[in-house]
């Protein structure tokens, strides 16, 4: 087991930023803790790492987080902005002199996918080749365990792809990887289990697809429309009843039920403007859980 958390908990005054949460994290595995900002995430980040004190029983590769060999982790906080007039050589450079045997930079700048912008000032870096430079600098040691505190936060749709990309790498490479996002396309795409935080508390942990499946609700075929009152009685006729708490008209439908279901708005000469299915998703699962929307919060 690489990491291993029991009870953790960890109060600030009156506010609860943590309320006995417990997990486990295999080698080789990619772990993603998920929930809106003041969820939670980076105190726990922060209690994995030993930088600040929690309740309970913490422990990495078998060992109290302050006393696993710094080679050994690779921890990429939420808060890291790297100098501006430094190119992306330069930085990964610097970060690898702090350790006695680091990786070759070069080797770090393929890595991460900047051999052809290692030149260029950090501050002229797209948003998705800094983060990539910020993961690079985690990377230098070679780390067994890689922990990223929300990774994509305010790159481009582009970039944050090009980062999962390089995290799925990693993983495939061996390394383990421990991540917070508050993204849940993120989670969903990268994880191969996720923990869903909610006010500090765990209040789920599966595979996205064992959560989808469980808690995530039916498919359902959202029909956009300038009368959709309307609409919404055509298909309750029909036996579609809608769903409650969405922006448009959905009902519950499998992608067989799609030429149903417009076969009868057209033979009762109900216009539409817009017709998109959607399968139930991790995002769905969170505010079905919880009751809140995971673009709620403060600060973690």
Known sequence: ???????????????????????????GEIFAIIGPNGAGKTTLIRALTGTTDADGEVSVFGRPPTEVARGRIGLLPQEFTPAD????????????????????????????GLTDSEGTF?????GGQKRRVC?????????ELLILDEPTTGIDPTGRRELWDLIEGLADGGTTILLTTHYMAEAETLADRVALLSGGELVALD???ELIARHGGDSRLVIEADDEARVGETLAAAGYERLPDERHVAVPAGPKEIPTIVEALEHNDVGYEGLVWRQ???????????GTDVSVGGQA
């Open 122 to 126: 950090y501050e002229d870096l797209s």
């Open 280 to 290: 139930p998703s991790l995002e769905e699962v969170y505010v079905a859980l919880t």
């Open 85 to 112: 007039r430094l190119t992306a050589r330069e930085l990964v450079t610097y970060y690898a002199g702090l350790y006695d045997d680091a990786r070759d930079p070069d080797a770090v700048l393929e890595d991460v």
């Open 207 to 209: 595979s996205p697809d």
């Open 135 to 143: 993961v690079g600098t985690a990377l230098v040691n070679e780390p």
């Open 1 to 27: 087991m690489v990491v291993n958390a029991e009870n953790v908990s960890r109060r600030y005054g009156e506010t609860v930023a943590l309320s006995d949460v417990s997990f486990s994290v295999s080698a």
